[in-house]
């Protein structure tokens, strides 16, 4: 088993969807970073949390320790959000970052 | 400010030649650390280091070295590119994580084709 789970894999929507972004991981954990990468290979940060929930813009993260789970939100989403979402725990015992898979979303207009 | 620049952004070799992949930041971080992504696969480390003169190896060393001279420089080096090396590379700075509250700042990445 992956110790981080990204759900979906794959998301399709309509301009002005609610999407939500799912990210699950079995180690202990001292923060979790989202990150996003856009078509084209660029990497850019887009949340570093430890506890309860950050916003920035349109972005929301959640995310509950103790549940070992971490959720990114995007309200009204638009096409230029259509990229891939990636969920990154960092380990509190090794303190290296452990990389899901991604999340690949596409927002339609 | 640039921020971290690599390059170069596209690269194809033959099995057995060498290159090195050049990594530079101006944010003073003391951590850098190169990636590697292969489809279906998270980013996954090769090596790091936590400032000048210091660097260890990620969970996938094996075929690359490097070296960090200087803060803001941590180029890799592929001595004998095999086929298995084919991959989208990047590297990445921060902060040190236990003093500062850092998001990691990446290259642009690298595509290398190992023919």
């Known amino acids: 088993k992956n110790e981080v789970e990204q759900s979906p894999q794959n998301l399709t929507a309509q301009e002005g969807e609610f999407i939500t972004i799912n990210c699950s991981y079995s180690?202990?954990?001292?923060?979790l970073h989202w990150l996003q990468q856009h078509p084209g290979g660029g990497i850019v940060s887009l949340f570093m949390?430890?506890?309860g929930k950050k916003k920035h813009g349109r972005l929301i993260a959640t995310i509950n320790i103790q549940e070992k789970h971490s959720s990114l939100h995007i309200t009204a989403s638009h096409p230029r959000d259509s990229a891939v979402y990636i969920c990154?725990?960092?380990?509190?015992?090794?303190?290296?970052?452990?990389f899901g898979t991604g999340t690949r979303l596409q927002v339609f207009p | 400010n640039a921020g971290v620049t690599q390059t170069p952004k596209f690269q194809v070799l033959k099995t057995g030649q060498s290159m090195t992949l050049q990594c530079a930041q101006d944010?003073?971080?003391?951590?850098m650390s190169w990636y590697r992504q292969d489809p279906g696969m998270g980013l996954r480390l090769i090596h790091y280091?936590?400032?000048?003169?210091?660097?260890d190896q990620g969970e996938v060393p094996n075929g690359y070295n490097v070296s960090r001279s200087t803060t803001e420089d941590f180029p890799l080096r592929l001595l004998s590119a095999a086929p298995s090396q084919t991959s989208v590379y990047f590297c990445?700075?921060?902060?040190?994580?236990?003093?500062?509250?850092?998001?990691?700042?990446f290259g642009n990445g690298t595509r290398l084709t190992v023919t």
């Open positions: 990445a700075s921060s902060h040190m994580w236990s003093s500062y509250n850092s998001p990691l700042h």
């Open positions: 949390l430890s506890s």
């Open positions: 990154a725990p960092r380990s509190y015992n090794t303190d290296k970052l452990i």
């Open positions: 280091s936590v400032g000048a003169g210091i660097t």
């Open positions: 180690v202990g954990i001292s923060a």
């Open positions: 944010m003073n971080h003391e951590y």
